[in-house]
Structure formats: structure tokens, C-alpha cells
């Protein structure tokens, strides 16, 4: 796959950003962490060349510079809500956050408990985190928050919550979710500072949507794709227009919430910091593009993937029909269809030319078909064929003995699974493990199972779960949609 991107470019620009921002607040800066901390695919399948880990790779240059303050919802862990993309919960997830910066050697120097209101199912959460060592802090719910600007910059208010001192320079303040309460603990800390004559400030870390390109840029219009869910809608920064008569993009939630957070600022420093939204960001991401024309074509890519998942969504009830319909305006606004997908439009025509259901891959510019037949499911002989062509193997080589494949079938069809009796995935994946140790072409297309990584697959018979997650594992981009749909 050709790259669009440029990491290192990239990280330079956007540590240099960041370092300008710590100076400019007499070196104590509260950076609000948004997206992804780690593993951002969306934004490695709309820019290839970023890599999933670019944001920490970026921050490890500044590791002696940071602490991490980490933010979680009271309510949150009492309810046990789940991270929807991973399954987990938001208490679940803090220690996994806490674990890998510890694994990539980041100072975590606190958590903060939002919301709180002394719940007594706290108790476990604050065990754990004393048996880590890891410092906490208790932040409250205000009243009139954030439009009572007077009681919130008050002892009533900010001045209620426990103050954290922080040792460094840069504070990266960051939570497993939404709704964590990550912006009102920086306003918290900015105020107690201020009351212990310490001056501090804020800035806003996002990845997108991108400030300095167009509106209706593809790139932009894949962040809207990705959250439909949240109903954020990109918008001209009205603000950053009125002062500067610039164009900048941000976003609806943004500059709706903008003239308290001014008025916020202005109460706990006594000027005017910042004149717009988008002046709160720091994002460097357009200085790490380097061919805007594959970067607007993976981005219109990544669209009509989102186009498909929430039809599948859509058709699960998992996501509400307006979702669809918002997706489908993007595609409309960008002149775009479901068969410029063409691992899409290869597996339905073929599809409909033999009357039974297909599988197709698109790696390295080649596309891989596989079908439906009494042996395969279409994922799974797509998935093989793949793997020859990956391999340099002729794709008239039958790399799995029929023998074996028979013994897995009936096995399949025992009460034990009680299924249909069909390899999937995972049955081919594993049994090309088994042989790699007898067989060099088992061998071969076991070790280049990696080269699967950011391919394109359709197919016209919907994955089982274990499918959908052992294709997503290898790093394949998937979308999915019943032939006659």
C-alpha cells in the first residue's frame, strides 16, 4: 500500500507545537488528551504512514516532560459501562492504560475519580489503585456546571476538589472514555494552580477533524463517518473567523461549548487566553500529509467502509436507520458509491454470475476471490487463496490434505459444534499452523500471514463472530452485506 503519511515529519511538527505551548504558559501545561491514546486505526487506515502507535511514539520523545493523569467516571464504574470497540469496561480499561504506560515507561502520577459523591462501591477501585501506588483524587459534581461561571471558580466549587501537585512540565490528562470528566479536571487543577500561585494552562490534543483543510475534505468527512454515533458535525469555527478572518474546522460540540469555557478561562486567569476553539488545539496533523490525492482517496475509502458497518449495524439493531442515513449524505456529498469498494463490487459480481455466495481480498492491488462450497465458507477460501498469492503459490495447489480437511468436518458436525460444517477462519488458520511444521508451503503462508495487514475483504454471506474477530486480529479491513440486501 502506497503511503500517504509521513510519521516522522509528523511527530517533529507536532512536539515542536506542543513545546511552544508549554512555554507559552511558563512551563506547566495541561494537555486534555482526545481519540485514542493507543491503537488509533482510524487514523492509520485514513493516512497510511500513520502507524497505530504515531501518538505515543510522538509522546515518548517528551516522556521526561510528562505525567499522566488519568480520569474515570464515578458512575461509570459503578455501572460497569463497557468500551463498545473492545469490550471492556471503563474500570477495566484504566488499568489496562495505566499498565501499558508503565510497559512503554510513562510516569503515571495520578488518577482522578469524577463525579464522585461517596459512593461506598468506590472503595474497590481505590483498594487497587492503593495497592499500585498510585496517587487518586476525589473531583465532585457542581451544581450549574459550566454555566454558573462564580460558583464554579469558587471554594464551593473547583476549590472542593482535591488538588493534585504535579511535578512536570507537561500534564497529559486522558481517560478510557467519553463523559470521563477530563476538561472540567484540567479547569479544576488551572484553578487550584492559580490559588497556590502557580501559573498553568491548557491546551487540546485532537486528531481530528483537521483545522487546517477544507470543510468537506475527505479526511474530514471520515471523522463525521466515524461518529455518526456521537452526532458531531464539523463546522466552520465561527470565532476563529471573527478574530483572525482565517477559515479554521472544528467541530459542532466545540464551538457550542466555547463562550462558557472562555468565560471559565477568564474568571481563574483574568485574561483572555484564547479567541477560538480551534487557538485551544495543538494539532499538527496536516504538516505529516504528503500526498493529499491517495489521502483523500483512503478517506473516501474508509467512508463506504463506515457506510457498511453501520448497515450492518443498522440490520443487527445495534444502530439507529438516521446513522445510515448521515453516511449515505457524506457519499452524496462526495459523489461516491458502495462499488467503489472493489473488493465490493468484485465478490457481488461474481456473486451473481455463479449464484452462490463469494469472499474477496485486495492485497497489494491484486484481487482474491474465494466461494461458498461443502467444504469452505467463502471467507475462509478467500482467506486461503490469499494466502497462496501472498505466498507465490499456484492457486490450483491444494496446500490443506483432503483428508484432514474431512476430519475437521466431521468432527464440526459432532454434537459437540453442532454446525453446519464448513471450515472457517480460524479452522484454516490453524490448520495451516499445524502444517507449517511438515509442509513448506504451510510454512510459507504462515509466515506471511502479516502481509494480510491493512488488506481489503468483502464478503456476500455475513461472518460469524469469531470470523469478524480473527480477520480484524490479522489487521484485515472487513465489510460484510447479504447478496440480495
Known amino acids: 500500500m502506497e503511503k500517504c503519511f509521513n510519521k516522522n515529519k509528523y511527530i517533529k511538527s507536532q512536539i515542536t507545537k506542543i513545546n511552544q505551548r508549554i512555554e507559552f504558559f511558563k512551563n506547566k501545561l495541561y494537555l486534555e488528551f482526545g481519540g485514542k491514546l493507543f491503537d488509533d486505526y482510524h487514523a492509520s487506515r485514513v493516512l497510511p504512514g500513520f502507524e497505530p502507535d504515531t501518538k505515543m511514539s510522538m509522546l515518548y520523545k517528551l516522556k521526561e516532560k510528562i505525567e499522566f493523569m488519568i480520569c474515570i467516571n ?9 468500551r463498545s470497540d473492545i469490550g471492556i469496561s471503563y474500570e477495566q ?19 482522578v475519580i469524577t463525579h464522585y459523591n461517596n459512593q461506598e462501591k468506590i472503595k474497590s477501585l481505590t483498594n487497587k489503585l492503593d ?31 482535591q488538588y493534585i501537585k504535579t511535578t512536570r512540565e507537561l500534564v497529559v490528562v486522558t481517560a478510557p472514555g467519553p463523559g470521563s470528566g477530563k476538561l472540567a479536571t484540567c479547569l479544576s487543577q488551572i484553578y487550584n494552580d492559580y490559588q497556590n500561585n502557580i501559573k498553568s494552562g491548557y491546551a487540546k490534543f485532537e486528531t481530528f477533524p ?14 463525521e463517518a466515524a461518529t455518526v454515533n456521537l452526532n458531531d458535525v464539523n463546522m466552520i469555527d465561527p470565532f476563529h473567523y471573527k478574530k483572525y478572518k482565517k477559515i479554521a474546522v472544528n467541530y459542532n460540540r466545540d464551538i457550542e461549548s466555547f463562550p462558557i469555557l472562555q468565560n471559565l478561562f477568564r474568571k481563574i486567569m483574568n485574561q483572555d487566553i484564547y479567541f477560538s476553539p480551534t487557538d485551544m488545539g495543538v494539532n499538527m496533523l496536516k504538516n505529516g500529509i504528503i500526498n493529499n490525492q491517495l489521502a483523500n482517496f483512503y478517506a473516501q475509502q474508509e467512508i463506504i467502509r463506515r457506510y457498511f458497518n ?17 453516511i449515505q449524505a457524506i457519499m452524496n456529498k462526495l459523489k461516491i458509491k458502495q462499488n467503489y469498494r472493489k473488493v465490493y463490487d468484485y465478490s457481488v459480481q461474481l456473486a451473481n454470475a455463479n449464484k452462490r455466495n463469494y469472499a474477496a481480498f485486495e492485497v497489494d492491488q491484486k484481487l482474491i476471490s474465494g466461494k461458498e462450497s461443502e467444504l469452505f465458507e ?10 497462496k498469492v501472498v505466498s507465490d503459490i499456484d492457486l490450483s495447489v491444494d496446500v490443506l490434505p483432503l483428508e484432514i480437511i474431512n476430519q475437521i468436518l466431521l468432527f464440526k458436525k459432532t454434537d459437540i ?5 464448513k471450515l472457517k477462519v480460524y479452522d484454516v488458520l490453524t490448520t495451516i499452523a499445524i502444517q507449517a511444521k511438515f509442509d513448506k508451503n504451510c510454512k510459507r503462508m504462515f509466515d506471511n500471514l502479516k502481509k494480510l495487514n491493512n488488506s481489503e475483504f468483502h464478503t456476500t454471506k455475513l461472518l460469524s463472530k469469531s470470523e469478524e474477530e480473527t480477520l480484524k486480529k490479522l489487521g484485515v479491513n472487513i465489510t460484510q452485506e447479504l447478496l440480495n440486501d
Not at 74 to 82: A, N, P
Not at 94 to 109: D, H, M, Q, S, T
Not at 139 to 144: A, E, F, P, Q, S
Not at 378 to 387: E, F, H, R
Open 74 to 82: 464515578s458512575e461509570d464504574v459503578i455501572s460497569q459501562k463497557i
Open 93 to 111: 480499561d484504566l488499568f489496562r492504560l495505566i499498565e501499558k504506560l508503565a510497559k512503554n515507561e510513562f510516569y503515571v502520577g495520578s488518577v
Open 131 to 161: 495497592k499500585l501506588k498510585i496517587k487518586y483524587a476525589f473531583h465532585y459534581k457542581i451544581d450549574n456546571y459550566p454555566s454558573d461561571v462564580n460558583y464554579i471558580c469558587s471554594e464551593n466549587g473547583f476549590g472542593k476538589n
Open 210 to 223: 483537521v483545522w487546517n483543510i477544507e470543510l468537506d475534505n475527505p479526511i474530514n468527512l471520515a471523522y
Open 310 to 326: 453501520i448497515k450492518l449495524e443498522v440490520l443487527k439493531d445495534y444502530s439507529k436507520k438516521d446513522q445510515l442515513e448521515k
Open 378 to 387: 467463502p471467507s475462509a477460501a478467500a482467506l486461503l487463496n490469499a494466502l
Open 417 to 421: 459444534f453442532n454446525s453446519e460444517g
